[in-house]
């Protein structure tokens, strides 16, 4: 059975959904994906029990960036998490034609709320997005706290505008 990579257009680039990416074939098939970003969503002894600890290496010498989110299975990310500047980073490259991975132990909840909400903070509406991203990845969203932390609004709405629009 082929790793799944799920895929979807977000900007100028591509957004992809997948499961960790512990073995050769799994890895191979995302370099092959080619992302400038993979934004790890384990946390650091999950990733360790399911063989993956090598994975920031393994990317670092794949010349492909790395960013560790860690969310706890069927969570949402911890408040102290810095989520605007990671949104930031990932909706630069995707708007400049690049691509984006996020991952997860089986690329559904946490990566599915990610992408959901990297959806949602470049403009799409909750609802639309949601069905668009469960057309490339049916198991997206395991939660209704993770949908719900997923469709909040940005609260840096100048990232997406690009400044003030005036108003208040």
């Given at each position: 059975?082929?790793?799944?990579?799920a895929t979807l257009p977000?900007?100028?680039?591509?957004?992809?959904?997948?499961?960790?990416?512990?073995?050769?074939?799994?890895?191979?098939?995302?370099?092959?994906?080619?992302?400038?970003?993979?934004?790890?969503?384990?946390?650091?002894?999950?990733?360790?029990?399911?063989?993956?600890?090598?994975?920031?290496?393994?990317?670092?010498?794949?010349?492909?960036?790395?960013?560790?989110?860690?969310?706890?299975?069927?969570?949402?990310?911890?408040?102290?998490?810095?989520?605007?500047?990671?949104?930031?980073?990932?909706?630069?490259?995707?708007?400049?034609?690049?691509?984006?991975?996020?991952?997860?132990?089986?690329?559904?909840?946490?990566?599915?709320?990610?992408?959901?909400?990297?959806?949602?903070?470049?403009?799409?509406?909750?609802?639309?997005?949601?069905?668009?991203?469960?057309?490339?990845?049916?198991?997206?969203?395991?939660?209704?706290?993770?949908?719900?932390?997923?469709?909040?609004?940005?609260?840096?709405?100048?990232?997406?505008?690009?400044?003030?629009?005036?108003?208040?």
């Amino acid at each position: 059975m082929e790793f799944p990579l799920a895929t979807l257009p977000l900007g100028a680039g591509t957004l992809a959904l997948c499961p960790l990416p512990a073995d050769a074939p799994a890895r191979t098939r995302l370099r092959r994906f080619a992302p400038s970003l993979v934004i790890s969503l384990t946390e650091t002894d999950e990733m360790r029990s399911l063989g993956a600890a090598d994975l920031p290496a393994w990317l670092a010498d794949h010349g492909i960036g790395w960013t560790h989110f860690p969310v706890p299975d069927y969570q949402t990310p911890p408040d102290d998490a810095d989520w605007p500047a990671l949104s930031t980073r990932a909706r630069a490259i995707l708007w400049s034609g690049g691509a984006v991975a996020v991952h997860c132990r089986g690329g559904c909840g946490r990566s599915g709320m990610i992408a959901l909400r990297l959806m949602v903070d470049s403009g799409e509406a909750p609802e639309p997005a949601l069905a668009r991203l469960r057309q490339a990845r049916p198991c997206a969203i395991e939660t209704p706290a993770q949908a719900a932390w997923a469709s909040a609004p940005i609260i840096l709405s100048e990232i997406r505008t690009g400044g003030s629009q005036g108003g208040s």
